[in-house]
């Protein structure tokens, strides 16, 4: 944004901007044809990410801070102009002053753009930055409505039926819905990550990485840059990286640490967990373990759609629209809408998730329980793993619909997902000739232990001796399928827990067994 305001402005900040892209790219372009438009339009830029209060009358006094510096950067230009009148200087004034109400701060980017405009005869652009981050921080601290209501008033009057200015540009996170603050609008076109058009300026390729660490003279770990700021696809293209973490990054001398998620985007994300229904846990969990959901994408989504609840698919919409989940494959259609197959897109997203769900189950006040479960179980020590595991399921299993054996599946995961740093976790990834449930193998090298889980639901209502078979014959297909195959090509692992948990209601019957290689 900054760039278009430099390219379109005659002046910034008291300098001068002609000649600044004379010898650029774009006065190569159709024989320097695009340069004839260097220079030739007031220019209104603002940003909206520091838009970030607590209350919605502090939200009123930080917007008419950044108004006020608004306008005292074209004060002796229009404050001298023979075209604007007094009473519009006066009123100029009082917005300098920070007299201005609510309604007239929703009118002065229309009025402004107006001032420029019969100043100097040249239609004004108006520049938007981050639009939608004081919707993120109003649905945070409880005053969305309000702020909706406040952006439709100062956005429709400005970008809509205003002959001041000769165009608007805004970018944001979120594609905002129609019904949301941009309703008034209906002459704006709207381009996301899942249009073609524009694809290749949403983020970074693999060469533009490559040539912005060499310019910058920072050693490149191609992999590891990779693994943690790819994944990501806009349009038709894929491998994109997160174009503000690379230049963190940069700056950063190569160091690789979570720049993304410290853009204030972690506690809306807590906050929307916490508030979700048991379901969404489910597919988090999934999540975490690596693996894939299924969802409609609306990329047309909005807060108030997420504040009025509803269709799960509104949170995750709204969660790859902020970044944190990618597409993957092709789309298929569901009624109107395109269903997409849904990822963690890299490590530094990735860590974030977990954190979240630390937090989460902290607030659940059973994250000593899942500790303990998990620390016994990859330490090969069964008996006291069970011991825990029963602890558990008798104290919360209330938390959970434990009726189907999904539900135990989801249990186990979650749990699992606490070891993620010391072990890669597998679901249901083929191996031998079946898909076993779990499987974790330690990171470290100098841990030797590998281990395959099996679960298995049944009813409550049968034998003791029942369930004992059930979990036999779970451990038997365990050694059938060659579940144990992979794990038996690492060099590392030196010993195989093999372990079969059949569950009924809150409680278990399970099987073992330590294979030494």
Sequence with gaps: MSMLRYFFAPEVEGHKTKGLFDNLAIAKEDN?????????????????????????????????VIIAEL????????????EISKEEKDYYLSIIKRESDQIELENSLKFLSRCLYKHTKQKTLILIDEYDTPLN????????????HFFK?????????????????MTGILRLSKNSMLSDLNNLKLYSLMDDKYSQFFGFSENEVRMLFSESEVPLDLPSVQKWYNGYRSGHLTDIYNPWSILNCIDDKGALKDYWIKTGGETLLNNIFIESGPSVKENLNLLISGASIESVIDDYVSFDQMKEGGKEEVLWSLLWALGYLKTTGEPTQSGTLNKYHLMIPNYEVDSSYRNIFIRFIDSLEYSDKYHNCLSHLVKGDINSFVESLRDFMLSNASYFDFQ??????????????IVKGTHDIQSNK???????????????KNNHLGIIVEFKGAAPEKSTEHYEKLAEEGLEQINQKRYDIGLKGLPHIQQILKLCLVFYGKQFAYKSIMDTL
């Excluded at 921080?137 to 909706?148: D, K, L, M, Q, S």
């Excluded at 083929?430 to 470290?444: Q, V």
């Design 404 to 417: 189907k054996e999904n539900s135990y599946h989801m249990l186990m995961l979650g749990m699992s997902s």
């Design 153 to 169: 008033s100062l956005l429709g009057s400005a970008l809509k039926g205003n002959n001041a200015i000769e165009k608007g540009i």
């Design 430 to 444: 083929e191996t031998g000739t079946g898909r076993p449930d779990l499987i974790l193998i330690p990171k470290d």
């Design 137 to 148: 921080t109003a649905y945070i601290n409880g005053y969305f409505e309000e702020a909706v």
């Design 71 to 82: 306008y005292t950067e074209n004060r002796k230009e229009l404050l001298d102009s023979d």
């Design 32 to 64: 320097g044809s695009y340069l004839k438009h260097q220079g030739m339009n007031p220019v209104i830029f603002i940003s909206f990410k520091d838009i970030k209060q607590i209350s919605f009358d502090l939200f009123l006094k930080n917007f008419s």
